[in-house]
């Protein structure tokens, strides 16, 4: 969705939309399925700029980083932004941010695209480890099997004979 802030003035700017999106266009390969995002929230005229607050909700499902297991759950997240369309957004050199550099969004031409804060959220709510529970055993590195389900017959830990001679070096032979 497009909107043209120039037409905001005393009263917020009010926006809701329902979204279906293809988990393959956030190029992550751990989210497996989206379910439909609720997206909208308020466009408020601040003088100096617009203020951006928006609510988000939608179900993600992941594969487990240990046991390729999926696991779903829902998602709600709240986004705060400063719009600002009079500077250019600096792009030479190395800049310092400051905290509150991090929720400023430059617009060119008074419109923003609701679309690319969009898919910034949905990458922002992936987590850094996708575990299925916090103890998953995960798979077992010699057979595959899942040790979540399963146990195996597989010797641990199998220890590869070209780092045999470090473990004398350091004193741990047993």
């Given at each position: 969705?497009?909107?043209r802030l120039d037409r905001i003035s005393d009263e917020p700017f009010r926006w809701e939309e329902r979204r ?15 379910g439909e995002i609720t997206w909208g929230g308020t466009i408020t005229n601040t003088g100096t700029g617009h ?82 529970r916090e103890a998953c055993a995960g798979l077992c590195p010699h057979c595959g099997i899942d040790r979540n ?26």
């Open positions: 969705m497009r909107i279906r999106i293809e988990p393959s266009i956030l190029e992550r390969p751990e989210i497996v399925g989206l203020l951006f607050q928006g609510k988000l909700e939608y179900e993600q499902t992941l594969t487990c980083q240990r046991c390729l297991a999926e696991t779903s759950g829902p998602i709600q997240a709240e986004v705060e932004l400063l719009l600002v369309s009079d500077g250019e957004e600096p792009t030479e050199g190395e800049l310092e941010l400051e905290a509150e550099d991090l929720d400023v969004h430059y617009v060119a031409d008074e419109i923003v695209d609701t679309e690319p804060l969009l898919f910034e959220q949905l990458q922002l709510n992936v987590p850094m480890r996708v575990l299925c389900r399963d146990s195996c017959d597989c010797q641990e830990p199998v220890v590869d004979p070209r780092w045999a001679a470090l473990r004398g070096l350091r004193g741990l032979e047993e």
